[in-house]
């Protein structure tokens, strides 16, 4: 039991921190110059990566975790920053916002069985 409990506050604290990154992401989207309307019109853009479901959960995946995967974003805001970019600098701002806000709700890279199959554990019930 003494586990369980540990394992769950540990879990709150990475949320803590995605949450944490989440709010980085939306202070560097203030850096630039946008409206703010912008920042959550293109939040939820790397989620169109989930169509490559619609060809099979293989390619579903491989999709869904490049664009999900935190290095991607650094790279790409590294690239902005080195060829003073704000739009590839807004891309990356969104790529890792999304990624912190994915994971601050629960929803982890996917394994290439089932969508609902991540590396934080299954979305919601196993069927």
Same mark, same amino acid.
């Given at each position: 039991?003494?586990?369980? /409990?540990?394992? !769950?506050?540990? /879990? ?8 944490? !990154? ?6 560097? #989207? ?8 912008? #920042?959550?019109?293109? %939040? ?20 869904? /975790? #490049? +664009?999900?995967?935190? &290095? ?6 590294? &690239? ?5 970019? !704000?739009?590839?600098? %807004?891309?990356?701002i969104i790529? +890792?916002?999304?990624?912190?806000m994915d994971?601050?709700?629960?929803y982890g890279?996917?394994? /290439? =069985? =089932? +969508? ?12």
């Open positions: 039991m003494e586990d369980r /409990n540990q394992m !769950q506050k540990i /879990n709150k604290l990475l949320k803590l921190e995605e949450l944490g !990154q989440l709010i980085l992401s939306i202070f560097l #989207f203030s850096q630039l110059d946008y409206s703010w309307w912008v #920042f959550p019109a293109c %939040l939820l853009l790397p989620d169109l990566s989930m169509l490559g479901y619609v060809i099979n959960p293989r390619v579903g995946a491989a999709l869904y /975790n #490049f +664009f999900h995967h935190k &290095l991607l974003a650094i790279v790409v805001l590294i &690239l902005a920053y080195w060829l003073d970019s !704000q739009m590839l600098g %807004l891309s990356g790529l +890792f916002g999304h990624s912190a994971r601050a709700l629960g890279l996917k394994f /290439n =069985d =089932d +969508f609902k199959h991540t590396h934080l554990g299954w979305i919601g019930k196993k069927n």
